[in-house]
């Protein structure tokens, strides 16, 4: 449990902060040209693609020397969105024992391919390897996670974060959660483990005080975060959402949480090589200037932990390594 809080306190004591990465967002689209495969079949989609697996070890170790915190590639990697993806896939009604085996699949190749790129690639500093948690339905239907029933979000995420512990996550990443119920059902749920716990919220479009679904308050699921008490996030923030807003949701998050709460953000790029692209909203993701004056911005709205979102490449990881080292310095 300490490898998390104890490379955090290291960052907070030089005020600067970690870098997380090494996980997939855009880097499929940018890189490997997976971007529709990816869009068909939802992200966990990369696994019922052949070179799935080997295609993500090379992600892992193109940022791995880059950064502080890996993220393993187990987004929406739970049983909901695993059947739908099955589905889509030609494999109809597959039953739970067949859901529960791909879940496990998964998840264990989604630890192997990061496991061999950190023995490969030997990274100088340490990594704290992160769990990533997705929500339960698609982000353009965060309303199904609003009405469904609390007790079947509940357990099909302790189930989720249970298997990402087994495999040896050192946190869980609770990310791009559009609904505030679902947000605070799975912070709960991840607390059971006993690991740290850290939550990125996905706010509106248009709003970065608002989450992805357009009513509920991003302040209000701080209190309510908060209000979790000893099973409290470590870490709270926002990802997957344009630079300013981002700034926007840790402007609100400022007014709800305690200093000793660090926050996290990791927004979206726009790298060249996207240019033209279709079947991505490159257009709200940032360049790399501009995502490294957000960067200081959300350093000074309390962000620990800086990484990169989808449209984000190696080389946005590379700035943000370069940043961190010229605040060192003073600049």
Request: hydrophobic share 40%; aromatic share 6%; proline share 6%.
């Amino acid at each position: 449990m300490t490898e998390l809080l104890e490379t955090l306190e290291r960052f907070r004591e030089e005020d600067t902060f970690a870098i997380a990465g090494a996980g997939m967002g855009g880097l499929f689209a940018t890189e490997h040209g997976m971007s529709q495969v990816l869009l068909d079949l939802g992200w966990a989609g990369p696994y019922f693609v052949e070179e799935g697996p080997p295609a993500i070890q090379r992600v892992h170790q193109d940022l791995l020397p880059w950064v502080d915190l890996a993220t393993v590639n187990t987004y929406r990697a739970n049983e909901t969105p695993i059947r739908n993806s099955l589905e889509r896939v030609g494999r109809s009604d597959p039953s739970p024992a067949e859901v529960a085996e791909e879940a496990e699949r998964i998840t264990a190749e989604a630890f192997g391919a990061l496991n061999r790129a950190i023995y490969e690639t030997s990274p100088p500093q340490p990594i704290v390897v992160l769990g990533s948690m997705g929500t339960m339905f698609d982000t353009d239907e965060t309303e199904r996670a609003d009405v469904a029933p609390r007790d079947f979000l509940f357990e099909e995420h302790l189930h989720n974060a249970q298997r990402l512990v087994a495999h040896g996550a050192d946190a869980l990443l609770v990310e791009t959660v559009g609904s505030g119920k679902e947000a605070v059902v799975m912070a709960e749920a991840a607390a059971e483990t006993g690991q740290p716990v850290i939550v990125a919220l996905n706010p509106h479009p248009q709003d970065g005080s608002l989450m992805y679904n357009g009513k509920d308050p991003v302040a209000d699921v701080a209190q309510a975060l908060m209000d979790l008490k000893e099973k409290r996030p470590a870490v709270i923030g926002g990802n997957c959402a344009a630079v300013n807003r981002l700034t926007e949701t840790l402007e609100a998050l400022g007014g709800v949480l305690p200093d000793n709460i660090p926050r996290i953000a990791y927004g979206q790029g726009y790298p060249p090589e996207a240019h033209g692209r279709k079947n991505w909203k490159w257009e709200e993701g940032a360049d790399l200037p501009a995502y490294m004056k957000a960067a200081r911005t959300w350093h000074s709205l309390g962000a620990v932990i800086i990484g990169g979102c989808c449209g984000t490449t190696e080389a946005y990881i590379r700035g943000l390594v370069q940043l961190r080292d010229a605040m060192r310095w003073g600049h």
